[in-house]
């Protein structure tokens, strides 16, 4: 059964430093997502991409994160300065182009910031 | 007011029982409700998910949309323990794809042998 994919499934870095978040979506999927979950708390929208741009992104999504699909099958989030706050699981989620509204979620990158 | 809430739980149920699970919404735009399932420090896996007012049976799992109410619930019959996970409803405004889902917080179900 197709799944989505993340790497790593770990990181640490120093507050300031540049990470990037890598997805690999279902194959036939042409919407991807970005979700974050702080310890603890709900699992909230970050970004939606479609056809080679930003659909929608939320408060959080701002001037330090950007996304890119860099080739036909990855899909990554670089957060360029990170701070103690952006301490948390980082889904990727796709959905497909039949008009379902239904996401797959990949199992998520911890990422702790210290 | 949340756009969604969820009681938290955490709610321990015997094995076999019947659990309900609800969430409620104040946003109308909402049209699609799904209900994922989430393991310790893992992805959340979709369970179901419906459209219209109604019931909507997969096997042990029954989602129901009352839409008038702005209240969903997720029906689990005869429990499990590998059940235990925290179940999350999510929802979304527009129809197709390309749409940011909101969550609730999440209610941890534990099903004890």
Redesign the interface.
Known sequence: EPE?TQTPSHQVTQMGQEVILRCVPISNH??F?W?RQILG?????LV?F?NNEI??K?EIFDDQFSVERPDGSNFTLKIRSTKLEDSA?Y?C?S??????????????T?LLVL | QKEVEQDPGPLSVPEGAIVSLNCTYSNSAFQYFMWYRQYSRKGPELLMYTYSSGNKEDGRFTAQVDKSSKYISLFIRDSQPSDSATYLCAMSGLTGGGNKLTFGTGTQLKVEL
């Open positions: 989505v042409l919407y997502y979700y708390q709900k699992v909230e929208f939606s479609y659909s929608e939320s699981m889904f989620a959905s497909g182009a039949s008009g379902s509204p239904t996401q797959y979620f990949g199992p998520g911890r």
